[in-house]
């Protein structure tokens, strides 16, 4: 069965500094992948995918995405971070069984000024 | 265009009252799909829809929740009777399945004291 993990439920950075949020999935063939921002109180946004082809995706708001199967990862960067961007973060699989996702458990970034 | 609609955006309830939660996913999108977001147990699927058809209600929790899908443009998650445990964020997706891609609506905060 396809799962995913997000192995930081909290990071903190400081505004202005890089930003790498970690994504490992479990799938047997080629994945569909996302990113999806929550602000608080708020819905899931779509902020990058990957079906395939360059395995460095280009999102919304600057971040980027790169797919690496060999690690079978699928890690979020930003090169700087925006106070604006403190959210909970998740990082999701597309199922082989119909259209549903597996979700990870969420990444909470915290921006500190 | 307008996204996935939800309504009511926050309901507050007493334990063993009905509750009817409302979506309108994004027109043109055949797939349907009802998340629970809790702290304990982060983002789960509960049932999800293909052309108002229910596919899989594997992650309904028991027989008090029921879900609807009338129409292309309108369906229901039903608690009845409703309990404290059941309070959480509940949201709506819609998506065409191409990728297995979901756009989601802001959700309903429900509170059942």
């Known amino acids: 069965a396809q799962s995913v993990t997000q192995p930081d439920i909290h990071i903190t950075v400081s505004e202005g500094a890089s930003l790498e949020l970690r994504c490992n999935y479990s799938?047997?063939?080629?994945?569909?992948l996302f990113w999806y921002v929550q602000s608080p109180g708020q819905g899931l946004q779509l902020l990058l995918k990957?079906?395939?082809?360059?395995?460095l995706v280009q999102g919304i708001k600057g971040f980027e995405a790169e797919f690496k199967r060999s690690q079978s990862s699928f890690n979020l960067r930003k090169p700087s971070v925006h106070w604006s961007d403190a959210a909970e973060y998740f990082c999701?699989?597309?199922?082989?069984?119909?259209?549903?996702?597996?979700f990870g458990a969420g990444t909470i970034l915290r921006v500190k000024s | 265009d307008a996204g996935v609609i939800q309504s009511p955006r926050h309901e507050v309830t007493e334990m063993g009252q009905e509750v009817t939660l409302r979506c309108k996913p994004i027109?043109?999108?055949?797939?349907l799909f009802w998340y629970r977001q809790t702290m304990m147990r982060g983002l789960e699927l509960l049932i999800y829809?293909?052309?108002?058809?229910?596919?899989?209600d594997s992650g309904m929790p028991e027989d008090r929740f029921s879900a609807k899908m009338p129409n292309a443009s309108f369906s229901t998650l039903k608690i009845q009777p409703s309990e404290p445990r059941d309070s959480a964020v509940y949201f709506c997706?819609?998506?065409?399945?191409?990728?297995?891609?979901?756009?989601f609506g802001p959700g309903t905060r429900l509170t059942v004291l």
């Open positions: 997706a819609s998506g065409t399945g191409i990728n297995n891609e979901q756009f």
């Open positions: 799938y047997g063939a080629t994945p569909y």
């Open positions: 990957y079906f395939s082809g360059d395995t």
């Open positions: 999701a699989v597309g199922a082989n069984n119909g259209n549903k996702l597996v």
């Open positions: 027109s043109g999108h055949d797939y």
């Open positions: 829809f293909n052309n108002n058809v229910p596919i899989d």
